[in-house]
């Protein structure tokens, strides 16, 4: 779709306006952009505050500049997206847009309208460690209700890799959930005990593109089920382990995911609204 892409908040401790722009590719590259230009660079390390994927980047951001123009900074030469503003501000003015603009809402909204599997998802965020990582995004995605194999509600990858998913429950089948942990969760006995009584099993032969110690578990169950499991002991170590090093070797690499463009932008950033609420 021509002009579908991103609409961004930056924010800088080393500046008192925030930056309003727009872009048509991947916010974290452009980013690394605005920090290595003048004359942004000498006013940053700018960093991602708020970010919105819209079928017409151009449109919503002309309307916010139109908006708050008697707050432009006109202090500062060779630009104009400087704002004498608040984040708050800026992003309530944002999440205002036509909502006909915004990519994937249909999606967004049956996940916020399935209370148990939100709650999953913001507990895996948290338990992850994953809210610590929102500027890599691209790096690692979220997909909402991907057709994959039948459906899914989710799938989450680092790279190329899948790290987490649960499948659509149907007729002839239950939903099955997989995450991939570090394989320091064979030392817990306990978790292996919890996988028989829900019909799962610990896979130690995963993808070429995981890393040497990965392991995934695979199970039966409700989201319940799932945010039961990581109530047990060294679920939460293994899982930190694999995926803060599966991240910290992609960020190194500075790649985006093959599945950058499926990466739900908007979906993240209404989590982490629930998640600081």
Not at 70 to 93: C, G, M, P, R
Request: aromatic share 12%; charged share 25%.
């Amino acid at each position: 779709m021509e002009n579908q892409g991103y609409v961004y908040i930056l924010q800088s401790q080393n500046c008192d306006c925030i930056k309003i722009g727009g872009t048509d590719y991947p916010p974290l590259k452009r980013i690394k952009e605005i920090n290595a230009t003048e004359p942004y660079k000498s006013l940053g390390k700018w960093e991602l505050a708020e970010c919105l994927e819209v079928k017409n980047w151009r449109i919503v951001e002309h309307n916010l500049h139109y908006r708050f123009r008697s707050s432009l900074n006109t202090e500062i030469k060779n630009q104009k997206e400087l704002f004498h503003l608040s984040v708050a501000d800026a992003s309530k003015a944002l999440n205002e847009a036509n909502s006909e603009e915004i990519v994937y809402k249909p999606k967004i909204d049956r996940m916020f309208q399935d209370e148990a599997f939100l709650s999953y998802i913001v507990q895996l965020f948290k338990f992850t460690g994953l809210v610590h990582w929102i500027e890599q995004q691209g790096i690692w995605t979220f997909v909402l209700f991907p057709s994959t194999n039948g459906g899914r509600y989710f799938t989450m990858n680092i790279g190329s890799h899948e790290v987490a998913f649960s499948t659509l429950r149907k007729k002839d089948r239950k939903k099955l959930n997989m995450l991939m942990l570090d394989s320091l969760i064979l030392d817990f006995p306990n978790v292996k005990k919890w996988l028989d009584k829900h019909n799962g099993s610990i896979c130690t032969e995963n993808y070429a593109t995981a890393l040497p110690h990965s392991v995934s578990v695979h199970f039966e169950g409700s989201f319940s089920d799932a945010l039961e499991l990581f109530s047990l002991d060294g679920v939460r170590r293994a899982l930190i382990a694999y995926w803060y090093e599966a991240l910290i070797k992609k960020t190194e690499e500075n790649k985006l995911s093959t599945y950058e463009r499926y990466h739900n932008y908007n979906a993240v950033a209404k989590i982490m609204k629930r998640i600081k609420e």
